[in-house]
C-alpha cells in the first residue's frame, strides 16, 4: 500500500504554518522541510518531536538518528526530508524542524493525528409494521461505542426519518450517520483516515405487509436529499379471494 494512502493534509499559510496531518495506524509517512536552503546553510538544525531532538543534522555531515528511534524513521537524501515508518496512536504530536545555529528558527512543523481505520457498523431493522399503503419500522445504526436509532415512516409512497438522531460522534472521534438515499437506509461510519457503511434495502420491508395483501411494486422515483426523503412506488394491493 502506498505510504500517502488514507493521509489528509491540511495546511494554514504564515510565517507560523502549521501542517496537519491525519493517517492510519501502521501506515508510513513523510514530512518535508520546505525550508531546505536554510537547512544546508545551518551549522546545526533538528528534526524534533513534541520538542525533543531525535534527528540531529550538521551539514556536510550526515543526519544522525536517536538511537531510541533507529529502524523506524529514515532521513532522505539530499532532501532532509523524514520518513516515519509503521506509525502508532503514541506516534501522535508535533513534528517540528528547527535550526539551531547560527540562530534558532523553526523550518517546518506538522501536527500528525494518527488513527485507527473504523470498523464496520451494523444496521438492524425492527418494530416492522405494515398496512395496504403505509410501512413503519425502526432503524439502529451501531458501532462498538456508540449508536443511533430512527424511526423511518413510509406513507402514500414517501419514506422520511420521524425520530431519533441521525448523526453522532462516537467515544472513538468517529462520526456516525444514519440517512436515506434513495431506496436505501445507509449507515455511514467514518474518519479522517477511513469509511465503512452498512446499507438496507427499504424495499425488503415492503414485502412484510399481512397475508392479505402482496407488494405490487418497489422501485425509486424521485428523492430529495435536503430532507432526508424519497419517494418510492411500494405499495400493497389486495389479493383477489380464490373461487
Known amino acids: 500500500?502506498?505510504?500517502?494512502?488514507?493521509i489528509c493534509l491540511f495546511s494554514f499559510t504564515g510565517s507560523t504554518s502549521v501542517n496537519h496531518v491525519f493517517v492510519q495506524t501502521g501506515e508510513d509517512l513523510i514530512l518535508?522541510?520546505?525550508?531546505?536552503?536554510t537547512a544546508q546553510n545551518s551549522d546545526l538544525w533538528l528534526w524534533q518531536f513534541n520538542g525533543k531532538a531525535w534527528v540531529k543534522c550538521s551539514p556536510p555531515?550526515?543526519?544522525i538518528v536517536k538511537e531510541t528511534h533507529t529502524g523506524r524513521i529514515e532521513?532522505?537524501?539530499k532532501?532532509?526530508?523524514?520518513?516515519?515508518?509503521?506509525?502508532?496512536k503514541?506516534?501522535?504530536g508535533i513534528y517540528t524542524a528547527r535550526s539551531v545555529q547560527p540562530k534558532d528558527q523553526k523550518l517546518t512543523e506538522y501536527n500528525v493525528t494518527v488513527q485507527d481505520p473504523v470498523s464496520q457498523p451494523d444496521l438492524y431493522i425492527d418494530s416492522v409494521s405494515s398496512s395496504s399503503s403505509s410501512c413503519n419500522f425502526t432503524a439502529t445504526c451501531r458501532t462498538e461505542d456508540s449508536s443511533i436509532r430512527s424511526s423511518i415512516r413510509c406513507d402514500n409512497k414517501i419514506c422520511h426519518q420521524d425520530e431519533g438522531k441521525r448523526s453522532v460522534v462516537t467515544q472513538s472521534g468517529a462520526s456516525l450517520h444514519m440517512f436515506l438515499s434513495y431506496s436505501?437506509?445507509?449507515c455511514n461510519s467514518s474518519n479522517q483516515v477511513s469509511w465503512s457503511e452498512k446499507?438496507?434495502?427499504i424495499q425488503h420491508f415492503c414485502r412484510h405487509c399481512s397475508n392479505k395483501f402482496k407488494v405490487q411494486h418497489c422501485g425509486p422515483i424521485t428523492t430529495n436529499t435536503s430532507s432526508e426523503s424519497v419517494v418510492l412506488f411500494c405499495c400493497c394491493t389486495a389479493l383477489k379471494h380464490h373461487i
Not at 1 to 6: A, G, K, L, N, T
Not at 32 to 37: A, R
Not at 79 to 88: A, I, P, Q, S
Open 79 to 88: 532532501t532532509y526530508n523524514v520518513k516515519l515508518k509503521n506509525l502508532h
Open 1 to 6: 500500500m502506498s505510504i500517502f494512502s488514507f
Open 199 to 201: 446499507i438496507v434495502e
Open 32 to 37: 518535508n522541510l520546505t525550508e531546505v536552503t
Open 90 to 92: 503514541s506516534d501522535s
Open 61 to 63: 555531515s550526515p543526519p
Open 184 to 186: 436505501s437506509i445507509i
Open 75 to 77: 532521513v532522505l537524501e
